[in-house]
């Protein structure tokens, strides 16, 4: 792949012409397969590569999808994979880390830099942990050390005292809980570091699916929370990796 200052370079010395140099520098940013515009400059501009969505998508758009990052030096993250689309996959790309957990794919050639600070992963219960898995991976996939705590709800609030000498080293915390959604508002109560909450849809009756979760979380009287949608591990995950890496 050209780099714009190699572009640049052969268009100063009369090597290309200027339409030349444009058409070389539109094909650096996004690459049209058909069925997807894959936005090949997004890691340039933003410092973290497009993830692929892989709800909705047939395993050969992925495969294609996946191809053409790898083919631009950048590593890949899939998210919420079916389960028939692994296979397919995996054979396409035997070095790729299937994680049945979180239901995502990370193919990873190409190495990365890790930050000395860590990102926290808080749940309440077992059943919140793939959630939680997601939103571990997505940050670990971006280069962030993450340290997991599991099974911590408030239920058992000795579970989570425990835990906080060790909790109360990351940069930042990510706490994910269904039920009444409690787990992040003690957590923020209790430690220095912003903390990032996510609702799941673990819960009976009138939890109706993470909306009760969600709702109070958002209505926390503790300070330092912000929130991301129902079962959004990876938007969590994303948030905990860009406060890591501030300055």
Do not use: W
Not at 16 to 24: G, K, L, M, N, V
Not at 230 to 247: P, Q, R, T
């Amino acid at each position: 792949m050209k780099s714009l200052e190699h572009i640049l370079e052969q268009l100063s010395l009369g090597k290309i012409s200027s339409d030349e140099a444009a058409q070389h520098i539109r094909a650096m940013q996004s690459k049209t397969l058909g069925h997807t515009q894959v936005d090949i400059d997004r890691l340039s501009r933003t410092g973290c590569p497009e993830v692929i969505y892989g709800a909705g998508k047939s395993a050969s758009q992925i495969i294609e999808i996946a191809e053409t990052l790898v083919e631009h030096q950048q590593n890949v993250l899939i998210t919420r994979i079916k389960e028939e689309s692994v296979i397919p996959i995996l054979e396409n790309f035997p070095q790729a880390n299937y994680v049945k957990t979180a239901s995502l794919i990370r193919i990873e050639p190409y190495e990365r830099t890790f930050k000395e600070t860590s990102i926290a992963v808080v749940s309440a219960g077992t059943s919140d942990q793939a959630v939680a898995e997601e939103a571990a991976h997505t940050a670990e996939f971006l280069g962030n050390k993450v340290t997991r705590f599991y099974d911590c709800g408030v239920a058992g609030l000795h579970r989570l005292i425990n835990k906080l000498p060790e909790i109360r080293e990351a940069r930042v915390i990510i706490a994910v809980a269904g039920m009444e959604g409690a787990l992040p508002s003690v957590l923020a109560g209790l430690v220095k570091a912003p903390v990032i909450a996510v609702p799941t849809s673990v819960g009976y009756g009138t939890h109706f699916g993470g909306i009760t979760t969600l709702l109070a979380m958002l209505t926390s009287c503790a300070n330092g929370i912000s929130v991301v949608n129902i079962d959004n591990g990876f938007g969590a995950g994303f948030n905990a990796h860009l406060i890591n890496n501030l300055s």
